[in-house]
């Protein structure tokens, strides 16, 4: 199967019962049973759940693993995968990896016993150097945010092969239409399927896929104990979702690359970072292990000044945070998702106060060019 048909045809689709062709929203919290602990494949919604089912049937095949599992978030999804290690377990991180996964990491799973390191996968020498006899997992984002840096997955895999690491990699940016990480040799994908999944920045929810039995048993015995599932609703939506991830990517890249091409002639735009352009210093690995290059873009208009002013005066880019949607979304990091990070670290890792994040939409790539070269211009 063709990976557009895929986003149709793959997993569970609709009702075989009724023949509906849009797979029912089951929106109940219990099964009646035909006799005592004799259900029908489901007895309680925590455990499973028919449309909750279908997706992570849908997303498993669209990830080619094994089993998949829906969360109420994306960091719900995070959380669930941290709690297969144990006290005295340390896990070696990307240094930029989503701030709420650096949250997490240094205020919640530290509390439990688990430690993590955080250095520059990109590097893989860095990743060498920071695994500990207790290391259990690395876990990488790639690409990253906000400067689109790429990791090498099937370096990582050797690297986690010959240490018996779990790999995980957090596939939110480039989603299963672009990325498979699981045939780089990653065991565990997951996503904020807030973003691309979803589309329409309309549901919070988290997806998981794993490549083998013993990781499927452990993470379902970890979904059903501490409950973090997704509803019903949401999963129908996330469903939903996937029908167009295929045209919507391929859409949001084109736009991206014509963005892209206009930003990096203009004169009022110091830096581009986008790992289509063959000057980033991920592109060659992007180019081999993705089929394409996403729809973000970070760029640097030298000062905050610049970049507020640039934020005031777009019309089709909303401010705000997230990314992944239909509509074009603006932001400052270094203002807003990185905040929290002082600002001379910030300054080292290239965060300036005029960088401009965008998360480019399916509008007309004419209006979208338009309307930055005002407000650039203006
Ligand atoms: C948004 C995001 C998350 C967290 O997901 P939520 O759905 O917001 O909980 C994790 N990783 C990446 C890369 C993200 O962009």
Known sequence: MKKKTQMIHAGITGDEQTGAVSVPIYQTSTYQQDGAGQHRGYEYSRTGNPTRHALEETITALEHGQAGFAFASGMAAITSVMTLFNSGDHVVMTDDVYGGTFRLMNHVINRLGIESTFIDSSDP????EAIQDNTVALYIETPTNPLLKITDIAEMEEIAREHELTLIVDNTFNTPYFQHPLELGADIVLHSATKYIGGHSDVVGGLVVVNNETLAKDLHFIQNSSG????????????????????????????TQRIVHFLNQH???????????????????????????????????????????VLAN?????????????????SIPARMTHASIPKDRREALGITDGLIRISVGIEDADDLIDDLRQAIEN
């Not at 060659?284 to 000062?303: K, L, N, P, T, Y």
């Open 314 to 330: 777009v019309k089709y880019f909303t401010l705000a945070e997230s990314l992944g949607a239909v509509e074009s979304l603006i």
């Open 228 to 255: 973090a599932i997704l509803g019903p609703q949401d999963s129908w939506l996330l469903l939903r979702g996937i029908k167009t991830l295929g045209l919507r990517m391929e859409a949001h890249e084109n736009n």
């Open 125 to 128: 020498a860095q990743v060498k």
């Open 267 to 309: 004169p009022k735009v110091t830096n581009v970072y986008y790992p289509g352009l063959s000057d980033h210093s991920g592109h060659e690995i992007a180019q081999r292990q993705a089929s394409g290059f996403g729809g973000m873009i970070s760029f640097d208009v030298g000062s905050g000044e610049n970049a507020d002013h």
